[in-house]
């Protein structure tokens, strides 16, 4: 059974970093890729980053881009999400999801098969 567990949200400070942790099992991970998403109060949700089963692809929705890291570390069935600073903007619902496929897609589609209940990151001023 494929499960997805996000952990590391909670009320940060703004200007704090932030690690959100996806923990992936039931499923090899070499053969999905994993995204991160998020949804902001009153917003559509959006694509944060992809990043492929063999690790060598990663993606980044243009909105965000150069703001935040995506990895999965050797051996590890965990994908992380970093953020070196936050702010008001950042307050929102983070997902990740998996999909079983060997790339990410080029454009950030969302039309991934398997979903996380996601984790509030609330910044405060």
């Known amino acids: 059974q494929v499960q997805l567990v996000e952990s590391g949200g909670g009320l940060v400070q703004s200007g704090n970093s932030l690690i959100l942790s996806c923990e992936a099992s039931g499923f090899d991970l070499h053969y999905f890729i994993i995204g991160w998403f998020r949804q902001a109060p009153g917003k559509e949700r959006e694509v944060i980053a992809c990043i492929s089963g063999s690790r060598l692809m990663k993606y980044y929705g243009d909105s965000v881009k150069g703001r935040f890291t995506i990895s999965r570390p050797t051996a590890e069935k965990t994908i992380y999400l970093q953020k070196p600073s936050l702010s008001s903007e950042d307050t929102a619902v983070y997902y990740c999801?998996?999909?079983?496929?060997?790339?990410?897609?080029?454009?950030?589609?969302?039309?991934?098969?398997?979903w996380g209940q996601g984790t509030q990151v609330t910044v405060s001023p």
């Open positions: 999801a998996a999909d079983f496929r060997d790339r990410c897609p080029d454009e950030g589609d969302m039309e991934y098969e398997y």
